[in-house]
């Protein structure tokens, strides 16, 4: 499997410069390719062919007077920036055809000298790793690395990358084995929420993490700055250099605390079971702060892909799933609860339940219960998890706000949603039919 491992890297004042002009040079042979196969789009021409595109942007246009300086940087990340756009082409229609899952992917546009993140690729010729531990990169030399952390094999690739913020990064990737861990004999269902971060089946409790609010403090106070200068101004410039570089800073934090509980989690239990959670619409919403936050997509994605390195199980509990409506104990579906409600009693068995607790265990239950019956998988016949219900409850927690249509804000959407909001609202209850 390809991982990436990435490291901050210091060019000297010169090897900036060189890598600022390579910058420029492939992002000019992208925006080309990209402008001829518009034209061939217009005149209703066949898309020029990669081979083609290459001879037409570089080769070719490095003997005319206009395009002379792009001799004066090396060539595989200009190849490279060529693939890029391959690769952008192709994830458009795989998109429009249906083969590409997520989000829709729109045609590629052209770069922009004012980007905010601009990057080169390297592959195999164009770069290695001298004795001294310094990255060779080609026409550019040799650039100080901070190496956090081993790599584990020869890398394949690497990508430089200068984000808003003024700092280089090499992404390597790198091809390693996956390594299963020994068998856990735990299996563990989490409920993703606001108050807290995640409530774990087990009863362990992820806190939201305050550092991020002060991280967060700094870049709102960065913001304003930035907002009260001059436009086209140099204190302006200054200003906007300070919001990016806090904006990373709050990044970069979430990031690494995301890994740390996400290696914890995958580390100490065999089998993980989510919420499939809507969370690209809950943050357009007035939650949109806290789910941004919280970094939800992330933490399933680290889940992710840490389980397939390390031979876990992940499973996805379907979004219908009334979590916070039944009772753990007994199965008993007890309708919904208003938001402020956080402890409960069952109607039926008296148990006394932690709402979020509570949510979690059905979670893991529910989880189970599909990867038993998934194909292939053995059948256990009388797991009484009502997969059937269609609820539709609001809660502080994520997996209550599943079913809310976010693209209608202010109807009926997550917008209006406020703590201590009932949650009585007409939905669709199995009714006899009318004549
Ligand atoms: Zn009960």
Same mark, same amino acid.
């Given at each position: 499997?390809?991982?990436?491992?990435?490291?901050?890297?210091?060019?000297?004042?010169?090897?900036?410069?060189?890598?600022?002009?390579?910058?420029?040079?492939?992002?000019?042979?992208?925006?080309?390719? +990209?402008?001829?196969?518009?034209?061939?789009?217009?005149?209703?021409?066949?898309?020029?062919?990669?081979?083609?595109?290459?001879?037409?942007?570089?080769?070719?246009?490095?003997?005319?007077?206009?395009?002379?300086?792009?001799?004066?940087?090396?060539?595989?990340?200009? $190849?490279? /920036?060529? !693939?890029?756009?391959?690769?952008?082409?192709?994830?458009?229609?795989?998109?429009?055809?249906?083969?590409?899952?997520?989000?829709?992917?729109?045609?590629?546009?052209?770069?922009?000298?004012?980007?905010?993140?601009?990057?080169?690729?390297?592959?195999?010729?164009?770069?290695?790793?001298?004795?001294?531990?310094?990255?060779?990169?080609?026409? $550019?030399?040799?650039?100080?690395?901070?190496?956090?952390?081993?790599?584990?094999?020869?890398?394949?690739?690497?990508?430089?990358?200068?984000?808003?913020?003024?700092?280089?990064?090499?992404?390597?990737?790198?091809?390693?084995?996956?390594?299963?861990?020994?068998?856990?004999?735990?299996?563990?269902?989490?409920?993703?929420?606001?108050?807290?971060?995640?409530?774990?089946?087990?009863?362990?409790?992820?806190?939201?993490?305050?550092?991020?609010?002060?991280?967060?403090?700094? +870049?709102?106070?960065?913001?304003?700055?930035?907002? !009260?200068?001059?436009?086209?101004?140099?204190?302006?410039?200054?200003?906007?250099?300070?919001?990016?570089?806090?904006?990373?800073?709050?990044?970069?934090?979430?990031?690494?605390?995301?890994?740390?509980?996400?290696?914890?989690?995958?580390?100490?239990?065999?089998?993980?079971?989510?919420?499939?959670?809507?969370?690209?619409?809950?943050?357009?919403?007035?939650?949109?702060?806290?789910?941004?936050?919280?970094?939800?997509?992330?933490? !399933?994605?680290?889940?992710?892909?840490?389980?397939?390195?390390?031979?876990?199980?992940?499973?996805?509990?379907?979004?219908?799933?009334? /979590? /916070?409506?039944?009772?753990?104990?007994?199965?008993?579906?007890?309708?919904?609860?208003?938001?402020?409600?956080?402890?409960?009693?069952?109607?039926?068995?008296?148990?006394?339940?932690?709402?979020?607790?509570?949510?979690?265990?059905?979670?893991?239950?529910?989880?189970?219960?599909? !990867? +038993?019956?998934?194909?292939?998988?053995?059948?256990?016949?009388?797991?009484? $998890?009502?997969?059937?219900?269609?609820?539709?409850?609001?809660?502080?927690?994520?997996?209550?706000?599943?079913?809310?249509?976010?693209?209608?804000?202010?109807?009926?959407?997550?917008?209006?949603?406020?703590?201590?909001?009932?949650?009585?609202?007409?939905?669709?209850?199995?009714?006899?039919?009318?004549?």
């Amino acid at each position: 499997m390809h991982l990436r491992y990435s490291y901050r890297i210091y060019p000297t004042a010169s090897q900036c410069a060189v890598l600022a002009r390579t910058f420029g040079c492939a992002r000019v042979v992208y925006n080309d390719a +990209l402008a001829a196969r518009k034209e061939a789009r217009k005149a209703g021409l066949p898309y020029p062919r990669s081979a083609d595109l290459q001879k037409l942007v570089i080769t070719g246009a490095k003997k005319t007077p206009e395009r002379a300086w792009l001799s004066s940087v090396g060539v595989d990340p200009l $190849i490279q /920036s060529l !693939r890029d756009l391959d690769t952008a082409y192709r994830n458009f229609f795989d998109s429009v055809s249906g083969e590409r899952a997520g989000r829709p992917v729109g045609l590629p546009r052209f770069k922009s000298r004012k980007d905010s993140r601009q990057s080169l690729r390297f592959t195999r010729n164009g770069f290695r790793i001298r004795s001294n531990r310094k990255l060779n990169l080609a026409k $550019i030399g040799d650039v100080r690395v901070r190496w956090s952390r081993a790599l584990p094999a020869d890398p394949s690739s690497v990508t430089v990358v200068l984000d808003a913020a003024g700092r280089y990064h090499a992404s390597f990737v790198v091809d390693v084995e996956s390594d299963h861990l020994p068998e856990a004999s735990s299996e563990v269902g989490i409920d993703l929420g606001l108050t807290t971060y995640a409530v774990l089946s087990d009863g362990s409790v992820i806190d939201n993490p305050r550092f991020l609010r002060k991280a967060e403090r700094k +870049l709102k106070a960065a913001q304003r700055e930035l907002s !009260r200068k001059a436009k086209g101004s140099k204190n302006r410039a200054k200003a906007r250099k300070k919001v990016a570089k806090a904006h990373a800073k709050v990044a970069d934090t979430r990031r690494d605390w995301l890994h740390k509980q996400t290696t914890r989690i995958i580390r100490e239990t065999q089998a993980v079971y989510l919420e499939d959670l809507n969370v690209r619409g809950l943050a357009r919403g007035r939650l949109a702060k806290s789910v941004h936050d919280a970094g939800w997509a992330t933490f !399933r994605h680290l889940l992710e892909e840490k389980a397939a390195r390390y031979g876990r199980h992940i499973g996805i509990v379907h979004r219908a799933f009334p /979590s /916070s409506q039944l009772c753990s104990e007994c199965g008993h579906r007890d309708g919904p609860k208003p938001l402020h409600v956080r402890t409960w009693a069952c109607s039926a068995c008296r148990a006394l339940h932690d709402r979020d607790l509570n949510a979690a265990r059905n979670i893991l239950a529910a989880g189970q219960a599909d !990867r +038993l019956n998934a194909p292939g998988g053995p059948a256990r016949p009388g797991v009484a $998890i009502p997969h059937q219900a269609r609820p539709v409850e609001r809660g502080t927690h994520l997996g209550d706000l599943r079913n809310t249509d976010t693209r209608a804000p202010g109807a009926e959407g997550i917008p209006r949603l406020q703590a201590g909001e009932d949650v009585k609202r007409p939905v669709a209850v199995p009714r006899s039919p009318s004549p």
